[in-house]
């Protein structure tokens, strides 16, 4: 048992837990370093003075010391889960007790008092609590940018910052501190830089000096995860190897379903889990090159592959790992759930299923997945209920990459609408967007942050602290705020954020997409179409007023665009719970125009606190402005769409206004982004020519120009 202490002229706090659980000892440092930061004095004492009880006492696993007897009592832990804590007031509430049933718990109820303090300055004024998590996993999904799934400039300028311990330990403190309990590593191919095949040693490239500097990246990584909490997996794609393995033993890179690849493999498999004792478990993805292109696999033989490999591989292993198994184009779920049961796995497997595809910051309903090419869902991966896995939620984030995004009511509805029997867990986290170096910001004084999760820190914020409890109220955020940026800032500033974040969610709930590079919201982009359709335009991204014309919705109570006009000419009565183009535009301006308020009545106070207040209000403005170019972007391709079908000229001309107006809400983007934001290498538009190989808003201008003429040369055809 471990006790700090701190003395000053009011009062003496100290604190007893038991430093041998890491976590722990992890937060205790933090909440030590917060009473720091407000001028205390630190001292560590060797024991807790027998006299006196301390002021902070952590009792975790029902372990209540005697001296507590009289105020704790085993009845106390009764209804406390794995990682949630309860925090009480006792001995006329001069001390508090944290109780958790195992060092996560304990671990999280330090970090409340610390946050307690940095909002309070002190422990006076804490209050008991009982909170228990809403889903055991809120797992962090991290591309990783060596042996990259996407390969590209976007990719490639984490290399150096992914390699740096520094970056890690920034990034894991953001996890704990959110309540983000699992962070999960993509590539294609993770063993050359993990471990030196006993069978296949040329399968990787590294010499041994290097593959001793990798390893010892990875233990320390792993090592400081396990310190926060925090669960760790490495996800392989599936039948993949290295250039240099196809060297030295023959074969294909992708897709080879040789004896030999399947016993490398295997071999990596069981090699990976017995030289990394802290890593918390592996998982595998059924998509890509299990034969896909142009010869899919069955359902059967791609589970039969995974038996052979990553099954048979952590069988072998000397201890056992947590399993991650993806729905990714599983197919028929039968055979999944037969691999899963033979597996005979310690825990539970966790079965990874893509809400909404890659576009889950859209509408909170489930209306596609990725179990198919199709889209279709499939209720037979949760129905009958599974007994030896649980269903995790990916929401994908493809739609912002750039701007902070903020809006905790969509969070709340997604977990109220999506709370299942068969649900443990979620995941966040992009594909093409990968949070270490900020390379899309212009050096500037407004910079305060260095990496690029720091930047979206609210986005982080509001994911893990209300997976981990959706009853965090907003005034949780609004302090977040206010502590960043001053006394006062905090509802406004989080309104702000909210209403603006309506938009890329709005547009993604409109504009159906589903892979990666079918949509990207922030900058109004499809460079991908979601379906095959003849007159995809390939010459820009840019979802043209062409586009949006014809273009079905995700959310189901949605009308698109051709719908509703064909249902106003044939004057058909549209239901209340129906949204029609023209009253999802009218939300979009309302909400926009109500956070420029905000914005205004804000940005007069940025010089009070810090100059970074006023890059997160000029990143509500572009989204504001976003939301209004969408707002009449939609009545432009109400009245063009009429225009096609009755050849009204009023129409026409209404359209030409409009997208008018379009062009100078766009000029507002510009205005917010051009000084702030260098041209970005995007990962989905690389196929493009090379006016669209970086984004910025700016160069999309001609293209939103274009609009104006595509209506004003608009043809009726009867």
């Known amino acids: 048992m471990l006790a700090i202490g701190r003395c000053d002229a009011f009062a003496q706090i100290t604190l007893a837990y038991d430093s041998s659980l890491q976590p722990v000892h992890y937060a205790a440092g933090k909440l030590s370093d917060a009473l720091a930061r407000k001028g205390r004095g630190i001292k560590i004492l060797s024991e807790v003075n027998p006299g ?4 902070v006492w952590v009792i975790n696993k029902g372990n209540i010391p005697r001296r507590l007897r009289k105020w704790v009592s085993a009845k106390d832990f009764e209804g406390l889960q794995p990682e949630g804590y309860a925090i009480q007031r006792i001995g006329d509430k001069r001390s508090i007790v944290i109780l958790s049933k195992d060092a996560i718990g304990a671990e999280y109820g330090l970090l409340d008092l610390t946050e307690h303090v940095e909002l309070h300055g002190g422990l006076d004024k804490v209050e008991a609590k009982r909170i228990n998590p809403k889903f055991e996993y809120r797992i962090v999904k991290f591309n990783l940018p060596w042996s990259p799934y996407r390969v590209s400039k976007a990719t490639e300028v984490h290399l150096q910052t992914c390699r740096d311990l520094k970056f890690w330990e920034k990034f894991l403190d953001m996890m704990a501190e959110n309540r983000l309990n699992a962070l999960s590593l993509w590539n294609n191919h993770p063993f050359p830089y993990m471990i030196r095949s006993q069978s296949f040693p040329l399968a990787s490239g590294l010499s041994d000096a290097e593959m001793k500097e990798w390893q010892g990246f990875w233990k320390q990584l792993f090592s400081m995860a396990k310190q926060r909490g925090i669960q760790t997996y490495i996800i392989n794609w599936n039948v993949v190897v290295s250039p240099e ?153 493809e739609d912002f990459f750039i701007l902070r995004w903020g809006q905790p009511d969509f969070i709340r509805q997604h977990i109220a609408f999506n709370s299942k029997d068969y649900v443990n867990g979620y995941f966040i986290g992009s594909e093409g967007y990968i949070p270490a170096a900020d390379y899309s910001q212009k050096p500037s004084p407004e910079k305060t942050w260095q990496y690029a999760f720091e930047k979206q820190w609210l986005f982080y914020k509001l994911w893990g602290k209300l997976l981990y409890n959706p009853s965090t109220s907003d005034k949780e955020f609004e302090n977040a705020f206010e502590l960043k940026y001053g006394s006062g800032v905090g509802k ?56 949006l014309l014809d273009h079905p919705t995700l959310d189901p109570a949605m009308l698109s ?13 549209v239901g209340e719970d129906v949204i029609t183009p023209l009253a999802l535009a009218d939300s979009s301006e309302h909400d926009s125009r109500r956070a420029l308020e905000l914005v205004d009545g804000l940005m007069p106070r940025s010089g009070a606190a810090t100059s970074a207040i006023k890059s997160e209000l000029e990143d509500v403005a572009v989204w504001a402005h976003l939301g209004l170019y969408f707002a009449d972007k939609l009545r432009a391709g109400v009245a063009l769409k009429t225009f096609y079908r009755t050849g009204d000229a009023q129409q026409k ?28 290498p995007h990962v989905m538009t690389q196929n493009y020519g090379p006016e669209f190989q970086v984004f910025h808003w700016e160069l999309m201008r001609p293209q939103v120009e274009k609009d104006i003429a595509i209506a004003d040369h608009a043809v009726f055809k009867p």
């Open 245 to 397: 393995f196809v060297k030295a033993y023959g074969g294909k890179e992708y897709s080879d379903l040789s004896d030999q690849v399947k016993k490398y493999t295997k071999e990596s498999v069981t090699q990976l889990i017995d030289e990394y004792e802290d890593l918390t478990g592996i998982g595998v993805t059924l998509a890509d090159w299990m034969g896909n292109f142009p010869d899919k696999l069955t359902p059967q033989q791609r589970e039969d592959w995974i038996d052979d490999t990553f099954v048979a591989g952590m069988k072998a292993a000397r201890r056992p790992v947590k399993f991650i198994h993806r729905s990714v184009l599983a197919g028929d779920p039968v055979a999944m759930r037969e691999l899963i049961s033979k597996a005979d796995l310690k825990d539970p497997a966790l079965v990874e299923i893509k809400f909404n595809w890659s576009h889950g910051h859209s509408t909170p309903k489930l209306s596609i997945s990725h179990d198919y090419h199709s889209g279709k869902i499939d209720e037979r991966f949760w129905s009958p209920k599974p007994k030896d896995y649980n269903i995790q939620w990916m929401v994908r984030n």
């Open 52 to 55: 006196k009880l301390p002021s």
């Open 653 to 680: 001309q209404q359209a030409v206004i409009l997208l008018q107006k379009c062009l100078n809400h766009w000029d507002q983007v510009i205005r917010f982004t051009k000084d702030r934001y260098l041209p970005t």
């Open 492 to 547: 406004p500033m989080l309104e702000a954020t909210r209403l603006a974040g309506n938009m890329p969610l709005r547009l993604a709930s409109f504009y159906r997409s589903t892979w990666d590079y079918t949509l990207y919201s922030e900058g109004f982009i499809e460079a991908e179409p979601a379906e095959a359709k003849g007159n995809f335009d390939r010459s820009n991204p840019l979802i043209s007023i062409t586009d």
């Open 561 to 573: 665009i051709a719908d509703y006009v064909d249902s106003a000419l044939m004057k058909k009565v």
